[in-house]
């Protein structure tokens, strides 16, 4: 069964820095693109940030762009979010998504979600 | 404010049909495929549809998605109170090189 489960969420300062991780299980890690989606309380789903299979190609969103910054270890099979100079506008729920195919963009979609770790940005 | 545009909500009665349409552009949908996200209370989203119209296994056939130029549609036939949800369109935006999703549309089932 493919599983992504993140954790790192938390309460944390604005202006302090935060690393999500999302460990993968019950696929084959390295032959697959993965993403990080937030979703504000009570608002839409926010594309944050993709990785292709061998960190060759990443993209971010123009929000996060510049404070953010995605990685991913394959030995580890796990995925990262290194989240510097945080907002209040930054709390949300984060999901690691996998990708269908190695590349993070086109036609492509993702499946499955994990169950999300929560970040608040309060002082 | 959302790339991808979505009614905000649609209702309707157990055992009817209902249609969610998601409006975008020729940088968005109307170049790229459409998926189709589904997100029951509490839950982190699902994989509804793919590729347009393409269901994964284990998504039963009331639920169909369709594309026509920069527009996509979600339809739901034989509605159940456990269908209520918020559904999301999502898909590649080209110009902004970046992932876009609507901003969601939350179904009630009277």
């Known amino acids: 069964e493919v599983q992504l489960v993140e954790s790192g969420g938390g309460l944390v300062q604005p202006g302090r820095s935060l690393r999500l991780s999302c460990a993968a299980s019950g696929f084959t890690f390295d032959d697959y693109a993965m993403h990080w989606v937030r979703q504000a309380p009570g608002k839409g789903l926010e594309w944050v940030s993709g990785i292709s299979w061998n960190s060759g190609s990443i993209g971010y969103a123009d929000s996060v762009k510049g404070r953010f910054t995605i990685s991913r270890d394959n030995a580890k099979n796990s995925l990262y979010l290194q989240m510097n100079s945080l907002r209040a506008e930054d709390t949300a729920l984060y999901y690691c998504?996998?990708?269908?195919?190695?590349?993070?963009?086109?036609?492509?979609?993702?499946?499955?979600w994990g169950q999300g770790t929560l970040v608040t940005v309060s002082s | 404010q959302s790339v991808l545009t979505q009614p905000p909500s649609v209702s309707a009665a157990p055992g009817q049909k209902v249609t969610i349409s998601c409006s975008g552009s020729?940088?968005?949908?109307?170049?790229?495929?459409v998926s189709w996200y589904q997100q029951l209370p509490g839950t982190a989203p699902k994989l509804l549809i793919y590729d347009n119209n393409k269901r994964p296994s284990g998504i039963p056939d009331r639920f169909s998605g369709s594309k026509s130029g920069t527009s996509a549609t979600l339809g739901i036939t034989g509605l159940q109170t456990g269908d209520e949800a918020d559904y999301y369109c999502g898909t590649w935006d080209s110009s902004l090189s970046s992932w876009v999703f609507g901003g969601g549309t939350k179904l009630t089932v009277l």
């Open positions: 020729s940088s968005n949908i109307g170049n790229n495929y």
């Open positions: 998504a996998k990708d269908r195919s190695s590349w993070y963009g086109g036609d492509n979609w993702f499946d499955p």
